[in-house]
């Protein structure tokens, strides 16, 4: 359990990153105190010796928890973080409902953002040419295939209540608001998805997830 002497994390992160959303808004739900520490991506921060010696992929976001190893992959700082602290918890306590709730947030956060990441762009622009347009179809065509595969689960799957699962939102509902987040920002749109957006409209009605929007941290463009 923890306590008030909880030590803050320091969250290494950027502002529009889909995976360091989820982060802020897990620490948030649980009331887990973090220092948020500015890894450029535009700059290529990612690829420093410093940055690489917490994270060796070079990905956003690590988390640190003083005196102890760093911790990276989102979806493995999720579930670190519900162990730390389980209220209000990330996920249901039944077995095969925690199953579908982390294949529906595997969907987003490891079948779909990760296919539009910098670095996936850099070698496809180095490699292949491939220019603005054809990088925003290859978003588009990405974000779409997940997104359907999504909506067809909670549209049709009668687990689906308010949020993703049931009526309180956890880690699936934190992987969906980050793919929305991302494309809101680079404006990419996907049609015909109307369970999601119910959700994630939902979501956003939520501290947590509000405060975690990408225009609203350090570093964010005015515009
Ligand atoms: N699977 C990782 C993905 C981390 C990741 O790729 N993050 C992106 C930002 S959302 C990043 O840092 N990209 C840097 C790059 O591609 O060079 C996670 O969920 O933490």
């Not at 010696?53 to 005196?67: C, M």
């Not at 980050?178 to 369970?195: C, G, H, K, Y």
Request: glycine share 6%.
């Amino acid at each position: 359990m923890t306590t008030s002497a909880t030590p803050a994390f320091d969250l290494y992160g950027f502002w529009r990153t889909s995976a360091t959303y989820r982060v802020r808004v897990a620490l948030a739900m649980k009331g887990l105190p973090v220092h948020e520490h500015i890894v450029n991506l535009d700059a290529g921060e990612q690829h420093s010796p410093v940055y690489r010696a917490l994270n060796p992929l070079g990905g956003i976001p690590t988390l640190v928890e003083p005196g102890h190893a760093p911790i990276t992959q989102s979806l493995a700082i999720l579930e670190f973080l519900e162990e730390t602290q389980p209220e209000p918890p990330l996920l249901p306590s039944e077995r095969h409902a925690r199953a579908r709730v982390r294949s529906l947030a595997g969907m987003l956060a490891a079948d779909t953002h990760p296919l539009i990441t910098p670095r996936v762009r850099k070698y496809l622009n180095a490699s292949h040419g491939l220019d603005d347009a054809a990088w925003r179809a290859w978003q588009t065509h990405w974000f779409g295939t997940g997104l359907r595969a999504v909506e067809q689960r909670l549209a049709s799957e009668a687990e689906t209540g308010v949020f993703c699962h049931g009526d309180q939102p956890g880690m699936a509902d934190i992987c969906l608001a980050s793919v929305l987040a991302v494309m809101q920002v680079f404006q990419i749109e996907v049609r015909d998805i109307p369970t999601i957006e119910r959700i994630v409209a939902r979501c956003q009605t939520l501290a947590p997830f509000a405060r975690a929007h990408p225009r609203r941290q350090p570093g964010a463009p005015a515009a």
